[in-house]
Each structure stands twice: as C-alpha cells, then as structure tokens.
C-alpha cells in the first residue's frame, strides 16, 4: 500500500522563532520596529525600512487582501499529490507587509485578488501550527 | 550621475565590439557536461572571429550555479592564463553583465579580448533517465527551504513567475490568448531555425489544450530544459576593424535590480527592466522607438509581456494588445526572439539571445530569418530571485 509522505514541515530559523511561537498559540505575529513603527515579513533581526535593530514582535489583525495568488497543477513533491489543484496565494496585510499561504475554505477557482481574508491556524503537529487563510465570513 | 558628477556610460558607447559568436550543439546532448559545451561553443566563437585560444586574455564565464568557479575550469580547458577572469552570479541577468564587464575591463586596460560565455546542461540532468527525475521530487527536506513556502506547497520558478501573470491579468486584463500568442510567435521562428530544440508547429489551440503547471502558465508558457553553450568574444573597436567578421557595435548597456523582492511593490508586474533600459538608452542615445528587433528573456511567456512594456515597447498594461497584433513576428513590428527564444529554440540563460541579436545586426540570415534592414538590436537578461536584470543595445558599424 502506498503512503502519501508527510508535507515539510517548517523548521523555523533562529530570527523567526517568535513567529513560530506566537503560531503554535494561535497567534500570528510580527517584527515591528521600535523606531518607525513598521512592520515587516519574514522575520529578521534588523528593519529593512530603517535598519533599526530595535524591534518586538506584535500581534497583527490578521486581516489582510489576497495581492496575487497562483494554483498549482503540478505535483512538485509527492507530498502534494493529493492537494493538486491548490493555490498558493500571496496575502497583503492590513499591516503591509505580505505573506506566501494557501487559501482555505474556497475552491481555486472562486479565488480572486483582492479577495478580503483572514488568518486560520493549520496545527501541524503539537510544536508547529502553520498559519493559513480563508475569505472572510465563511 | 554618480560620485564622479559624470555619466560615464555614454563614453563608452560603441568602443567596443562582438567580433565572434558561436553556439554549441544546442537541446538534448546526452553524454556531455555543461564545461564540454562551453568550451564546444568558445572554440566555434574563435573560428568564427578566425582568433586563437592564445589571443583571450579575459573569461567571463557562467556554467549551472553549482558549479564553482566556472571561468576557471573553462579557462583551464582552453589553456589560457587570463588577465580577467571572473563568473557572475545574477542569475539571467549575468550574460549581459559579463559582455559589461568586459567593455569596462577592456576601457580600462585590464584586458584586450575576452570570451563571455554561458552553459548549462539541464535536459540531461533532468531528463536523461526516470531515476534523475525521482532525485529531483524526492530531493530531502534538508535541501529546501527552511520555511514560508515549502510547507505552502510552494516550490520553483514557475510559481514564482506566475504570480507577477496573475498580478498582470487582474490589473490590466491581460488574459491567457495573449501569452499564448507568444509562444506560439516563438514557435514559428524556432521552426525557420535548424538548430531549434523544437521541431513541431504549435497552434493557439494547442496552447490552450497544454496541461496546465502553476496556474495560469501551462506547459506552453514555460521556457525549455536544454544543454546549451553560446559564447561571444567582445574587444576594442579600433581592433575588431582588422578582424574576420563586421563587428556589431556595444551601443548601450544598463542594470537594475529589484532587490527588495519579487513580492515587494510592484516589481512582479514593473519589472527592472524599466531602470536597465533607461539606462542602456541613455548611453546609446537611443529610445524604444530605435530598436528593429528584440530579443527578450523568455523565461515564461509573461516575463516577455511585461518587459516589453517595461522597456517603452508600449504603455504599462498594453502588452496584451501589442503582442495580438502580430507585433512580435518576423515581419512585424518589432520582431522578437527571432530563432525561437528559450520557449523554442533553447534555454541558455539569455545567452543564446545575445548570440542571435549579434546575428541579426549581421545581416547573415536568408531572407525568412533576417529583420529586414535591422541596424540596432535589444536584448534583456533576467534572473537571480526574478529581480535581476540587465540590457543590452547592439548596433551595425
């Protein structure tokens, strides 16, 4: 019998352990800066609005607008095999900064840009929870 | 301007010339390596010019991005100590670069003639047998990204491209029959080239029945897996006079690049394009409306619409009309990619592009080949995370 291997899971580099943290609790969070008081994704250990290294991470509204978004047909990793056809979608949030995710809860074919959405968390397992998005209201 | 309060571009123009050029056997080559075709296509770009390995005393070459140091291996190969001798990493945008370099290397007295040069080998490393596809999809998880996008499903340039398309199609209403119509253009022009990796005629119909890869690019919008060499040798003006061959004028050249991100602003449908061709116009005196034919890095059918608007082709937004009309086949207004491009012909890396601009400013094709009366050719590199690119102008003397 064969078996669906298991999809990457993430494993968070040394600058982006808080957002895997905030994740894990459902939370998503970002580095904003002490300084100019943007925000910025992915995480990293000085602000490339300012090159302030003064920053904490913060709770975002998780509201956001999907910028552009692609569907994948094609099995990359057999990880995948039995997702295909899905999207991969790049969410702009009402903060700025944007995030790579996929969309949940719609068909690839009802996804738009500019569609409004909202964080969901995916539990990987118990240490990881992966934040994904579906369109407001449903 | 820079800190010299001088543009120092436009002294540059047209002090240097392509004086040979040559491509290897190009498309699927089982049983040779990515330094057996660049030396392959360096050897034919000597003849070509009726030069002697002895005579470069510059390299500037770029092999597959695992392979270190590739100018010294092929250096190595052609048994050449060279003055100047460097690989770029810029991804696409690299070729161009090198045939920059190298007029400034030579301005500068660093080198007189130098070999700028491209291979790869990636039909056979993908494609020669089931076993190195299986290495490719089951590669370890060690081997990807760490996060944000593998766990996403997330993975190659296909996607990556595709997302400026969707961005494109949403804000300006380009649609899937305008990137169609450019790789069905392509396609016609790879069928007048023999050396052409494609062979078959492609319809629109057989476009849009293509299956579909990362949405909205199917099979027809991505660029080819070839092993593929080209090579060109640029020296002094005043020395390629006494050469073999008409040298073909360095006009212009210019570099920009989007390092902020693909993602960020608006780069995935404004491409740096805009700033490198600006740039490059300036220094040859030229603008859009000077250039006969172009040769585009066709990576995706899409990356070819944007910079045709990016370089002043047409408005932002337009692309999708301007390429309806025909624009881009031989014999219409601006013809592009003329042997096929690395849709159809091969995919070298924007070298191949650089090869047959150098063609065309020849003069040396019959009739169904040659850009009537072509006196100034463009050419564009891209690459690197999709935000690298460079341009090149090339002229008759």
């Known amino acids: ?138 | 301007m820079n800190a010299f309060n001088i543009e120092p571009s436009r002294e540059l123009r047209d002090t240097c010339a392509i004086v040979g050029t040559a491509t290897s056997r190009l498309g699927k080559v089982p049983g040779t390596s990515s330094l057996d075709l660049m030396v392959e296509a360096i050897r034919n770009a000597l003849d070509d010019a009726g030069l002697k390995a002895s005579d470069v005393d510059g390299v500037l070459c770029r092999g597959p991005d695992d392979s270190y140091s590739h100018h010294q291996l092929v250096a190595e190969r052609l048994g050449v100590n060279a003055r100047f001798s460097t690989t770029l990493t810029n991804g696409g945008a690299s070729q161009i670069m090198s045939v920059a370099l190298a007029v400034m290397a030579i301005r500068f007295g660093m080198a007189n003639t130098i070999v700028c040069g491209f291979a790869r080998d990636t039909w056979s490393r993908t494609h020669a047998n089931e076993e190195v596809r299986v290495r490719n999809e089951t590669r370890p998880e060690a081997m990807l990204a760490r996060e944000f996008g593998p766990e996403y499903g997330y993975y190659g340039a296909t996607a990556a491209h595709a997302f400026g398309a969707t961005r494109h199609m949403h804000l300006y209403g380009t649609t899937r029959d305008h990137f169609g119509e450019i790789a069905v253009a392509f396609r016609e022009h790879a069928l007048r080239n023999p050396d052409a990796q494609m062979k078959k005629p492609l319809t629109i119909e057989d476009y849009h029945a293509g299956r579909l890869i990362v949405a909205p690019f199917g099979i027809y919008d991505c660029s080819l897996r070839s092993d593929a060499a080209g090579a060109v040798i640029v020296t002094s003006a005043a020395r390629a006079k006494d050469l073999r061959q008409p040298p073909v004028l360095i006009k212009g050249f210019g570099t920009h690049n989007n390092t902020r991100g693909w993602f960020a602003d608006d780069n995935m449908v404004v491409t740096a394009a805009k700033q490198a061709g600006e740039a490059a116009y300036r220094m040859a005196g030229l603008g859009p409306q000077d250039i006969d034919t172009a040769q585009i890095y066709d990576c995706f059918t899409y990356m070819v619409l944007t910079q045709l608007e990016d370089y002043g082709f047409c408005k932002k937004g337009e692309g999708g009309p301007f390429v309806a009309s025909g624009a881009l086949r031989l014999g219409g207004a601006l013809p592009c990619n003329t042997s096929g491009g690395q849709l159809s012909e091969s995919h070298c890396e924007g070298m191949l592009q650089i090869v047959e601009g150098v063609r065309q400013m020849r003069h040396i094709y019959p009739e169904h080949r040659q850009v009537r009366d072509a006196e100034v050719a463009l050419i564009s590199g891209h690459g690197g995370n999709q935000v690298c690119h460079s341009t090149l102008i090339l002229g008759r003397a």
């Open chain 1, 1 to 138: 019998m064969s078996q669906t291997p298991a999809k990457p899971k993430p494993r968070p580099a040394p600058e982006s352990l808080p957002y895997w943290q905030a994740a894990k609790e459902h939370r998503l969070a970002l580095p904003r800066c002490e300084d100019c008081e943007k925000f910025w994704h992915p995480p990293s250990r000085t602000c490339p609005h300012c090159l302030s290294a003064n920053f904490t991470f913060r709770d975002v509204s998780g509201r956001g607008k999907v910028f552009s978004f692609v569907t994948f047909h094609r099995v990359y990793r057999p990880a995948f095999a039995e997702e295909v056809p899905y999207v991969v979608a790049l969410v702009e949030l009402e903060e700025g900064p944007r995030l790579l995710t996929n969309i949940l809860g719609v068909s690839h074919e009802e996804v738009r840009c500019e569609m409004p959405v909202e964080v969901v968390f995916d539990d990987y397992d118990e240490d990881i929870s992966i934040p994904k998005f579906r369109p407001v209201g449903r």
